[in-house]
């Protein structure tokens, strides 16, 4: 048996959104798209359509020295996925090692919208305080 389609949408969306393929990501995303960035960090907030999805992407790269994330677990049924993921953030000669969790609510494969919430989140909020 297969992965599931919810699961294989977001491993492509990952890698899509990992190399900066608007084209294959585009695709992926409900013009009308929000996306809920939890969190103590610059980029917190909900962005809402493609272009601020991608902005505020672009945003927590250009915030941070290193934003290192990589894919741990994918879990997904008929309507949602969620990602665990980990990532190491460098700033001002901190350095912190944290796991995410990304929720996205999906419809006949497309992403309509999507939590992005820390797991550490004060450790995020020290990160940033300085």
């Known amino acids: 048996m297969g992965e599931h389609a919810n699961a294989e949408l977001a491993r492509r969306a990952w890698n899509a959104i990992s ?6 990501i585009e695709p992926m995303f409900a013009p009308d798209i929000v996306w809920h960035a939890t969190g103590n960090a610059p ?3 909900d962005h ?8 505020y992407l672009g945003q927590v790269g250009e915030l941070s020295e290193v934003f290192d ?4 677990d994918v879990l997904s049924s008929d ?5 665990v993921f980990h990532v190491r ?5 901190q350095t912190i090692e944290i796991d995410y969790l990304l ?9 309509q919208e999507v939590w992005t919430c820390p797991l550490d989140p004060d450790a995020l909020a020290l990160l940033w305080a300085h």
């Open 79 to 83: 309507e949602r996925v969620s990602l």
């Open 69 to 72: 994330a990589s894919l741990t």
């Open 19 to 24: 190399r900066a393929d608007i084209d294959e």
């Open 89 to 93: 953030l460098e700033r001002q000669g």
């Open 48 to 55: 809402h359509g493609l272009d601020a999805i991608l902005d």
């Open 103 to 111: 929720m996205a609510r999906v419809q006949d494969g497309i992403t």
């Open 43 to 45: 980029w917190r907030g």
